[in-house]
Structure formats: structure tokens, C-alpha cells
């Protein structure tokens, strides 16, 4: 054999073998889990073993993301573990935020709120677990990712159902503003390659605060959200988040509550019903 063929033969060893060790996790089972219901991926969550772990180059609160697998499927998850207290926050903008919060509690609590809410097809779902002696949120890795909303916006791509988009939208700006999310950016609003958008990343959520933080994000609203915001109380809230956030932060959920459906009553009485709910 010729020195130059015994090279292009090494070579395509070493490229078959770098090809292997670096296949994406979901490529390593022929079930990705995908097709499990919620409740499915919330006990996959719970219960499935950690085969892989790395930290992801995003977020300021250094995430890890997470291979699990039960045997069968094969998926990923984002771990969070922060969980800051402080009694004030001094931000590089200027601005400082009194009993700041940063804590993997609030994911858990976004997941479960908009479970209550009809949203949970739009914010992943979220768990609490233990692993390598540490608690934290763990979270389903969104699949077919293209992108998230500030890399759409720089490279000004747009949907090509604007209609369907601006619906997401709505659905998405009416519970940041339920959630009171003080760190929205526009990486935390994922897109897939089909235009479907998620939103994930609530760890600077829930502040007790009565009021909203942009009124304006509220345009028009999904017929079923709005039904279900009125139909939050604070005994179902109490039991479904109670070990997640606290009395305060729950009662500042059903004021802005409270606030949302007051405005959109009010547009709808000034615009009609058809105007302001889809």
C-alpha cells in the first residue's frame, strides 16, 4: 500500500471515530422521547439516570445540560441550581433590585403556573431533583432548535405565518407579565425549526410586586388563558406552588391576575370581544 493511500485511509478512521464520540446525545437512542406525553417527561425527569453531563455556554447562572436515560429513551434536560438571596442588587445598568431573588425554585414554579393556566405546550416541563449532591430544577431539552429570539432578530428573519407567530406572542407576553419575570431576555424565548416558540428560564420570576411590568405587552389574549387566569385562586396556587415560592409571592400572582383580566375587559368593552380575544 502507497504512503498516500495509507494516510487517506488513517484519516478516515480518525474522521468515522471523532464522527462517533461526538454524535448529539438524542442521536444515541432511537427514542428520543419526543412523543411522551407531559406527565411522561415528568416522571422520565424524576426517575431516569444521568449518563452524561456538561455546562452549557449560556446563562449567567452557569446551567449544566444533562443526558438521562431509563433503559429506553434517551433525552436532555437543563439543570439550574442557583438559589441567591440578597437584600439588594446592584445591576451594571444602574438600576438596583431590594430582596433580590435567582433561585431554580421559580422554574419549577413557571412550569407548574402554566400548567394552571393551559401554556404548558409553550414552557417545558420542569421537575425537581437531586443529583451529584446538589437540588435544582431539571427541565426537558426543547428539540429542533433554530434558534432563540435575539439571533431571529439580528439576522431579521420573520415567521412565515405571521398570525400564528403573534398569537405565541401574545400567549407569551400575557404570562411574563403573570409571572413577573425580571430578566426576559430574548434568549430565553427558544424557536424551533417549525416556528414554535418556548419559553424557559424563570429563575428571576415571581416578585411580590402588584403591578405589571409592561402594560403595553398586553394586546390580545388566547380565549382559553383567559378563562383559566380567571379561574386562579389562591388555594390551588398555595397547593400546586406552595413548596416552590411564598405566600407574597403567590398573592402577587392573583393581583396581577387581577390586573390582566381588568385590562382586557376593558379593551374588549371598548374594541369587542373579537377584537381583543382569539
Given at each position: 500500500?502507497?504512503?498516500?493511500?495509507?494516510?487517506?485511509?488513517?484519516?478516515?478512521?480518525?474522521?468515522?471515530?471523532?464522527?462517533?464520540?461526538?454524535?448529539?446525545?438524542?442521536?444515541?437512542?432511537?427514542?428520543?422521547?419526543?412523543?411522551?406525553?407531559?406527565?411522561?417527561?415528568?416522571?422520565?425527569?424524576?426517575?431516569?439516570?444521568?449518563?452524561?453531563?456538561?455546562?452549557?455556554?449560556?446563562?449567567?447562572?452557569?446551567?449544566?445540560?444533562?443526558?438521562?436515560?431509563?433503559?429506553?429513551?434517551?433525552?436532555?434536560a437543563?439543570?439550574?441550581?442557583?438559589?441567591?438571596?440578597?437584600?439588594?442588587?446592584?445591576?451594571?445598568?444602574?438600576?438596583?433590585?431590594?430582596?433580590?431573588?435567582?433561585?431554580?425554585?421559580?422554574?419549577?414554579?413557571?412550569?407548574?403556573?402554566?400548567?394552571?393556566?393551559g401554556?404548558?405546550?409553550?414552557?417545558?416541563?420542569?421537575?425537581?431533583?437531586?443529583?451529584?449532591?446538589?437540588?435544582?430544577?431539571?427541565?426537558?431539552?426543547?428539540?429542533?432548535?433554530?434558534?432563540?429570539e435575539?439571533?431571529?432578530?439580528?439576522?431579521?428573519?420573520?415567521?412565515?405565518?405571521?398570525?400564528?407567530?403573534?398569537?405565541?406572542?401574545?400567549?407569551?407576553?400575557?404570562?411574563?407579565?403573570?409571572?413577573?419575570?425580571?430578566?426576559?431576555?430574548?434568549?430565553n424565548?427558544?424557536?424551533?425549526?417549525?416556528?414554535?416558540?418556548?419559553?424557559?428560564?424563570?429563575?428571576?420570576?415571581?416578585?411580590?410586586?402588584?403591578?405589571?411590568?409592561?402594560?403595553?405587552?398586553?394586546?390580545?389574549c388566547?380565549?382559553?388563558?383567559?378563562?383559566?387566569?380567571?379561574?386562579?385562586?389562591?388555594?390551588?396556587l398555595?397547593?400546586?406552588?406552595?413548596?416552590?415560592?411564598?405566600?407574597?409571592?403567590?398573592?402577587?400572582?392573583?393581583?396581577?391576575?387581577?390586573?390582566?383580566v381588568?385590562?382586557?375587559?376593558?379593551?374588549?368593552?371598548?374594541?369587542?370581544?373579537?377584537?381583543?380575544?382569539?
Amino acid at each position: 500500500m502507497t504512503s498516500h493511500r495509507l494516510r487517506s485511509v488513517i484519516a478516515s478512521v480518525v474522521l468515522f471515530f471523532v464522527a462517533v464520540t461526538f454524535l448529539p446525545a438524542q442521536e444515541e437512542s432511537g427514542n428520543s422521547g419526543d412523543s411522551l406525553t407531559p406527565q411522561q417527561q415528568e416522571e422520565f425527569l424524576l426517575n431516569a439516570n444521568v449518563i452524561r453531563s456538561s455546562h452549557t455556554s449560556k446563562g449567567v447562572t452557569e446551567p449544566w445540560r444533562l443526558t438521562l436515560n431509563d433503559g429506553t429513551v434517551t433525552h436532555d434536560a437543563g439543570y439550574q441550581t442557583i438559589d441567591d438571596t440578597r437584600p439588594q442588587m446592584k445591576f451594571a445598568d444602574g438600576h438596583t433590585e431590594f430582596n433580590f431573588k435567582d433561585s431554580y425554585h421559580y422554574n419549577i414554579a413557571g412550569y407548574v403556573l402554566a400548567k394552571m393556566v393551559g401554556l404548558e405546550e409553550m414552557i417545558p416541563v420542569t421537575v425537581e431533583r437531586r443529583w451529584n449532591g446538589m437540588k435544582g430544577s431539571l427541565s426537558w431539552w426543547i428539540p429542533n432548535v433554530a434558534m432563540d429570539e435575539g439571533e431571529r432578530m439580528q439576522k431579521n428573519e420573520n415567521a412565515p405565518d405571521p398570525d400564528a407567530w403573534n398569537k405565541q406572542m401574545y400567549k407569551i407576553r400575557v404570562f411574563d407579565e403573570l409571572a413577573y419575570d425580571t430578566d426576559p431576555n430574548l434568549t430565553n424565548v427558544i424557536i424551533t425549526k417549525d416556528w414554535k416558540i418556548w419559553r424557559v428560564d424563570f429563575s428571576r420570576a415571581f416578585r411580590t410586586s402588584k403591578k405589571l411590568r409592561k402594560p403595553d405587552n398586553l394586546v390580545m389574549c388566547d380565549k382559553n388563558l383567559f378563562e383559566k387566569l380567571k379561574a386562579l385562586n389562591e388555594a390551588d396556587l398555595k397547593t400546586a406552588m406552595g413548596k416552590q415560592i411564598s405566600g407574597g409571592e403567590i398573592k402577587g400572582i392573583l393581583a396581577r391576575r387581577d390586573v390582566i383580566v381588568e385590562t382586557f375587559n376593558k379593551m374588549i368593552a371598548e374594541k369587542g370581544e373579537s377584537a381583543v380575544l382569539y
